[in-house]
């Protein structure tokens, strides 16, 4: 499972202050901290608040790099933001995201080519968010079949069924889960799938409780990648302990410190 670390995003009070002060501690440290939790990646999102992404995105970028080679999943809905993290990033990158737009796809993969970057797609479209699992799936067609033509490797490509809150669209979560399972049949060789895990509890409490349950429940559904809070120690136990009972570790007494120790 690849582990993307969510906490630098400008949704956050303490990144956007940072931001807005150019204070290169706080963001080092949150990367450095997210890493010595488990993070394999981490997300770089200005967020909403950002008057000004096409500078603060590479300034993140920067900034993180100074302090470790992990992959940064450059976070915006916006292709030009992306275009100027790329320029910045000396790690790997993962462009998160494109949606199933095919003026974005157009712009997005050939970006994603020149860069050797992966690619996460969202199965959402101009139309909105979809509301069943047919038009998720039909929204990951689309992206397969944009990303097949163009030539971009399937395997670097990451399919996002958009995880909706359960306390907003409580019906749609198992439809999610199956998402998650269908994507991997319909392409061969098949894209590889990721969530937003907090998501699934926005506006809701018990939130760390309802992420590793639906956390679960994703992993075992075939799940590859999660964008989440890797500071959520029984969060990542739930991650590994799913992983073990799945047959991908291998067993032992004391297989939490193992794992931690890899
Ligand atoms: N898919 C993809 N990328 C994504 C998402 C996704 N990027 C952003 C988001 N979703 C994943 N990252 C977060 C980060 C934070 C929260 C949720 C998802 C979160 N934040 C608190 C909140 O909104 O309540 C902020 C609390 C605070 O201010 O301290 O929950 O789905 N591809």
Redesign the pocket.
């Known amino acids: 499972m690849l582990i993307i670390g969510?906490l630098i995003?400008g949704?956050?009070?303490n990144i956007a202050l940072a931001l807005k002060e150019r204070d290169k501690k706080v963001i080092q440290s949150c990367a450095l901290e997210q890493v010595a939790c488990g993070a394999d990646a981490l997300?770089i999102?200005c967020g909403p608040a950002s008057k000004n992404p096409l500078i603060d995105l590479p300034w993140l970028v920067e900034v993180v790099g100074e302090v470790t080679d992990k992959p940064l999943c450059l976070?915006s809905s916006k292709p030009q933001v992306i275009a100027e993290g790329l320029k910045a990033a000396k790690n790997p990158t993962i462009i998160?995201?494109t949606t199933a737009d095919i003026e974005k796809l157009q712009i997005l993969l050939p970006l994603a080519k020149q860069y050797k970057s992966k690619l996460?797609g969202?199965a959402i479209d101009s139309k909105g968010i979809p509301q069943n699992k047919d038009q998720r799936l039909e929204l990951a067609a689309r992206i397969l079949e944009q990303a097949g033509q163009s030539g971009f490797a399937l395997e670097d490509l990451y399919l996002?069924p958009?995880?909706m809150p359960v306390n907003v669209a409580q019906n749609q979560i198992r439809d999610i889960l199956e998402t998650i399972a269908e994507f991997k049949m319909i392409s061969s060789p098949h894209g590889k799938t990721?969530?937003?895990l907090?998501?699934i509890s926005?506006g809701a409490k018990n939130r760390s409780l309802i992420n590793r349950t639906f956390l679960t429940m994703a992993v075992a559904s075939g799940l590859d990648s999660a964008?989440l809070d890797p500071k959520d120690k029984e969060l990542m136990d739930t991650l590994i302990t799913a992983e073990l009972i799945l047959n991908k570790n291998i067993y032992c007494d004391s297989y939490l410190e193992a794992y931690r120790k890899r």
């Open positions: 969510e995003n949704m956050y009070a997300d999102s976070d998160n995201s996460i969202i996002d958009i995880v990721v969530i937003g907090s998501n926005q964008i």
